[in-house]
Each structure stands twice: as C-alpha cells, then as structure tokens.
Nanobody, 121 residues
Framework: QVQLVESGGGLVQAGGSLRLSCAAS????????MGWYRQAPGKQRELVAR???????TYADSVKGRFTISRDNAKKTVYLQMNSLKPDDTAVYYC???????????????WGQGTQVTVSS
C-alpha cells in the first residue's frame, strides 16, 4: 500500500505564507505526478497545483503567481509554498499521488488525509 503524510497547514492572516509538505512511502515503483487539491466547505474539490515527473507543472488560475509547487524526487515528497494568502484560499488541502505499482502497470491515484488551511481577514 501507499501512505501520504501531509504537514504544514494552519491558521494565518491574509497576506501571510504557509508551506505544505507531503511525503509518500510504501509500494511505489515510480511516480507519474504529485500535486495538491483543495476543498472548501460547500464546494467541490479542485486542483491547486500538480507536478509531473517530467517536470511539467500546472496551477489553478486563482493561485498563479502566489503558489509554487516543488518536488524532491529522492524523498518522494511534494511541497506547496503558498504566499500572499487570501481568505478565499481557506480549505482543506489534499496531497495527491499518481503512482505506478510495477513496471508496465497503469498509474493509480492516492490521496492524503488532508490538512486545514485557514486564512483570516
């Protein structure tokens, strides 16, 4: 199985910064992509940022220029540096991993338990 351990959430004032981390472990032959999604109360889960092993990154329009995703492939860890935080960024943030279980397998997806980010105005 696969485990994703998230850390770094918390309460911050508008304009502040937080850094989320997510470390993957377990049965992982290779990683296709890692990323972050978020879900605010009453809203659907949405992509925040995603980074593939090939180096491609994708960001939600709402966070471009403020958030930066990075990966440490050796540690199987993904980070999300969040700057200039706004109250609209308040949500539970979920780490996401697309992994290959063995050579030739299809990628499957795992989710972290979620970490709360609250931005006060």
């Amino acid at each position: 199985q696969v485990q994703l351990v998230e850390s770094g959430g918390g309460l911050v004032q508008a304009g502040g910064s937080l850094r989320l981390s997510c470390a993957a472990s377990g049965s992982i032959f290779a990683i296709n992509a890692m990323g972050w999604y978020r879900q605010a109360p009453g809203k659907q889960r949405e992509l925040v940022a995603r980074a593939t092993s090939g180096g491609d990154t994708t960001y939600a329009d709402s966070v471009k220029g403020r958030f930066t995703i990075s990966r440490d492939n050796a540690k199987k860890t993904v980070y999300l540096q969040m700057n200039s935080l706004k109250p609209d960024d308040t949500a539970v943030y979920y780490c996401n991993l697309d992994r290959y279980a063995y050579r030739g397998s299809l990628a499957d997806r795992y989710w972290g338990q979620g970490t709360q980010v609250t931005v006060s105005s």
